[in-house]
């Protein structure tokens, strides 16, 4: 039996995590403008993650609220979204989005918990329903099982943010024409390397000519890393000084880009350009960046080893725990990684060399 009874003409789609679990979000936002071109498809989101998806040409609307609502920004939300939508596309099984989406329209897919967790009644809010997979299917892919749902093709393209309506030189920013971006700071303590990696990776970087860029947010604690780090005097810190698709379109012009288990290293990865992702405690079946031109249904990386998939790279840590699905060695988010203090500067190097000189 069909799902609709005729093409839907409003569409909300409900993602309410980090900034790079929204940017996985859009190739499902891909899918569903292709199968419905003339549809409006409106986004639900976080204030702070709206700029990822920033210019996308997929999407209408952004809708954003604050991470900790209040019950005025709740009603706010209700507000915006009852009943105006013919479709909502629920991505996550929290009791939030999923309460947004049965306010928003009278058909409904989305995520629920299996069974024997907490809030398996979810499944009766929904139209149609998946059980979310935590760990055997990439991220991307485990969204676009909804286009079955849809009964649409999926797209499995990422779309990075665009710079729109303003104007934006590179040049003003890096005058370099041969540059890496290095990205040192995650946004947990337990997926960061060294310190001394980065300032070999830096020195190597050098020595071949290629200025270093480092970007990363304005929070204080990032500034104070970086200030901390031992980078090359004619380095570029663009930390705090650049929107999300200003620094898409930085990193889109560099030769390579390395960068830590985080949200805008599958940024990097959206562009195009080569990256090197280093993963510790994270499975990379799940949420190694997504490769440019991957178009399948089984996951680009397996659980275990250091990895090349089109223009993502991954080197991952090695020891017996590998990977514990934990945050870090001490279980919370500010602990450090014991596998990721093993990725030695050389085997980082000797990658960054086999990128820049397999052509020549």
């Excluded at 058909?107 to 139209?127: A, H, M, N, S």
Aim: glycine share 4%; aromatic share 10%.
């Amino acid at each position: 039996m069909p799902f609709f009874s005729r093409t839907p003409a409003r569409i909300l789609v409900i993602t309410m995590r980090y900034l790079g679990d929204t940017l996985l979000v859009t190739p499902l936002l891909n899918s569903l403008k292709k199968a419905h071109p003339d549809a409006q498809i409106d986004v639900l989101l976080y204030e702070n993650t709206a700029a990822m998806l920033a210019g996308n040409p997929a999407i209408s609307n952004l809708i954003t609220t604050v991470a900790k609502p209040r019950w005025q920004d709740h009603l706010k939300i209700y507000k915006q979204i009852f009943r105006r939508y013919d479709l909502a596309v629920c991505t996550q099984t929290g009791d939030k989005p999923t309460l947004y989406s049965f306010l928003a329209a009278p058909l409904r897919i989305g995520f629920v918990p299996q069974k024997t967790q907490t809030g398996w009644f979810k499944r009766y809010l929904f139209k149609r329903w998946l059980e979310f997979d935590t760990q055997k299917t990439h991220t991307v892919q485990e969204l676009l099982k909804l286009c079955q749902l849809l009964e649409i093709p999926p797209v499995y393209q990422l779309t990075a943010p665009q710079v729109v309506n303003e104007k934006f030189n590179l040049t003003d920013f890096v005058a370099a024409d041969d540059y890496v971006v290095l990205h040192p700071m995650p946004q947990w303590r337990y997926k960061q390397w060294t310190q001394e990696g980065w300032a070999a990776v830096a020195d190597y970087c050098q020595r071949q000519n290629l200025t270093v860029v480092v970007s990363g947010s304005s929070a204080k604690a990032e500034l104070d890393y970086l200030a901390h780090l031992k980078l090359p005097e004619n380095s570029v810190n663009l930390a705090g000084k650049l929107s999300l698709p200003q620094l898409a379109q930085v990193i889109a012009k560099a030769k390579l880009f390395v960068g830590c288990d985080t949200g805008i290293t599958h940024l990097a990865a959206a562009t195009g350009v080569a990256t090197i992702a280093l993963f510790g405690p994270s499975d990379p079946v799940k949420w190694t960046p997504w490769p440019v031109d991957y178009k399948s249904d089984k996951p680009p990386f397996v659980t275990h080893g250091s990895q090349h998939v089109n223009n993502v790279y991954m080197i991952q840590g090695q020891k017996d725990c590998v990977p514990c699905y934990l945050e870090g060695c001490e279980r919370h988010r500010g602990s450090y990684s014991a596998c990721l203090d093993a990725i030695s500067p050389e085997q980082v190097v000797q990658l960054l060399e086999q990128i820049l000189f397999s052509g020549k």
